[in-house]
């Protein structure tokens, strides 16, 4: 994906959780949760150790997630020309009419156009990424940060039938250049209607991971065979080695390191795991990764590469 001439790169990648360190028995009447949703394992079993809780208001959370991006990238405020936020569905409602104009002030991001990205739930931090890329067919464009985050209100609700969900942000920096860690080479997003309404099946989910995976390596003419790593969603591991099966890449190109410590962050997931990945294995050069992320109707992709 390149514009004006110039590579789009992605960098200065960043992430806060909740600091509240939890086991999932935590949650009062875990076990009559789990049962309620068919899962017979234990949540341990199932991969998720322990969770993260914001003990604070999201904002205080947000706000450092993105200083930290703009420290790694050595950029000041005004040199950042859009800030484009994602949630899931639900949390628009609780980030209130001043959420942007707080955010903007308190980080001096005076001169910086923000834009929110909903409604495809745990996959929209890539539809995120997507527009953040399409901003550069302006060639007035240098810089883009892109923030995301999820959290929950209610114990109850942090166990579903797919995942245990945690409190975190995430970022990075959008921009042209050389100087990126990675290059977006394509994305694609497939939805199920089904899904939305939580009527999908085996054969419907298969088809959006499918075609959604398809469609990406299609335009960049690779294959699956090529993905060095695939930093999924943190599903319960059952799950997502099998979303990662149907897809055709080998599990052991499954990237959900961070599984056991932190569960599913939402749409936070892909980026806390590069950097996981970044951490303790290092990016290969020459290399074609994976970023996916998977929500109830959808199937999202964004290929990167390391050159």
């Known amino acids: 994906m390149e514009t004006c001439g110039n590579k789009v790169g992605v960098s200065a990648f960043a992430y806060v959780c909740g600091e509240l360190v939890r086991k999932p028995e935590s949650i009062e009447n875990h076990l009559a949760i789990c049962e309620s949703h068919g899962l017979s394992m234990s949540l341990e079993d199932m991969g998720c150790g322990t969770f993260r809780q914001m003990i604070g208001e999201p904002i205080g959370y947000i706000k450092s997630c993105i200083r930290q991006t703009l420290g790694a990238a050595k ?7 859009y800030l484009v936020v994602s949630t899931s569905d639900d949390k628009l409602p609780l980030i ?4 942007g104009a707080e955010l903007l002030k308190s980080l001096e991001l005076i001169q910086c156009v923000p834009v929110i990205i909903s409604l495809q739930q745990c996959a929209s931090s890539l539809a995120a ?24 209100l209610c114990d109850a609700n942090r166990i579903q039938p797919f995942a245990l969900f945690s409190d975190a942000v995430a970022s990075c920096l959008v921009s042209r250049g050389p100087s990126a860690e990675l290059y977006l080479r394509s994305y694609a997003v497939k939805t199920d209607f089904s899904g939305l309404c939580r009527r999908d099946d085996f054969r419907s989910r298969k088809r959006v991971a499918v075609g959604a995976l398809d469609q990406a390596l299609s335009i960049c003419g690779a294959t699956a065979k090529e993905i060095e790593k695939n930093f999924s ?12 099966s149907i897809t055709g890449i080998h599990p052991s190109r499954l990237y959900i390191e961070t599984l056991p410590g932190y569960a599913h962050c939402g749409n936070c997931d892909w980026i806390i795991n ?5 951490q303790h294995q290092g ?3 020459n290399k074609l990764y994976l970023a996916q992320a998977y929500a109830p109707g959808f199937s999202a992709c964004v290929l990167l590469s390391t050159d």
């Open 96 to 99: 209130g009419t001043e959420f």
């Open 274 to 278: 590069l950097i996981h990945c970044r």
């Open 75 to 81: 950029l000041a405020p005004n040199e950042i020309d």
């Open 233 to 244: 969603t943190n599903f319960y591991r059952p799950i997502a080695l099998f979303n990662s």
């Open 129 to 152: 990424l997507h527009y953040a890329t399409e901003l550069f067919a302006n060639p007035g464009v240098s810089n883009v940060v892109v923030v995301t985050f999820d959290f929950s």
């Open 283 to 285: 990016l290969v050069p």
